[in-house]
C-alpha cells in the first residue's frame, strides 16, 4: 500500500518547536521531490516549504527562518521542523511527493502526486 504518513503535531505553546515527520511506505522518497503544505481552518491548503531530490530548500516568506525541511532517503523519512511557533501557524500540516525530481521546488499542491493524511498542529497564545 503507497502512502505517507506524517506523524509529530500536537499543542504546543508559542514560541516552542516541533518536528514533524512523514515516512513513506510502498513508494520510495530518493530521487523526487517533497513538499510540506498546511491549511487553517476555513482556508486553502498552502505551501510552507520544500526540498527537492538533491537537497535544494524553498520556504514561504512566512515562515522563513523559523522552519527547516529535511530529508533522510535511507529512511525513506521527510522532516519538517518548526520553531518559534506562533498561534498562525496553527493548521493541519501535510507532507507531499512529486513524480518528479526537479531542479527547483515547487509550491502548488497540483504538481505533487501523493499525500499524507495530515497532522495537526494547535498553538497556544
Known amino acids: 500500500q503507497v502512502q505517507l504518513v506524517e506523524s509529530g503535531g500536537g499543542l504546543v505553546q508559542a514560541g516552542g518547536s516541533l518536528r514533524l515527520s512523514c515516512a513513506a511506505s510502498?513508494?520510495?522518497?530518493?530521487?523526487?521531490?517533497m513538499g510540506w503544505f498546511r491549511q487553517a481552518a476555513g482556508k486553502e491548503r498552502e505551501f510552507v516549504g520544500g526540498?527537492?531530490?538533491?537537497?535544494?530548500?524553498s520556504y514561504a516568506d512566512s515562515v522563513k527562518g523559523r522552519f527547516t525541511v529535511a530529508r533522510d532517503n535511507a529512511k525513506n523519512t521527510a522532516y519538517l521542523q518548526i520553531n518559534s511557533l506562533k498561534p498562525e501557524d496553527t493548521a493541519v500540516y501535510y507532507c507531499?511527493?512529486?513524480?518528479?525530481?526537479?531542479?527547483?521546488?515547487?509550491?502548488?499542491?497540483?504538481?505533487?502526486?501523493?499525500w499524507g493524511q495530515g497532522t495537526q498542529v494547535t498553538v497556544s497564545s
Open positions: 510502498g513508494l520510495t522518497l530518493r530521487g523526487y521531490d
Open positions: 526540498i527537492t531530490w538533491s537537497g535544494s530548500t
Open positions: 507531499a511527493r512529486r513524480n518528479y525530481g526537479d531542479y527547483w521546488v515547487r509550491q502548488r499542491p497540483a504538481d505533487y502526486r501523493y
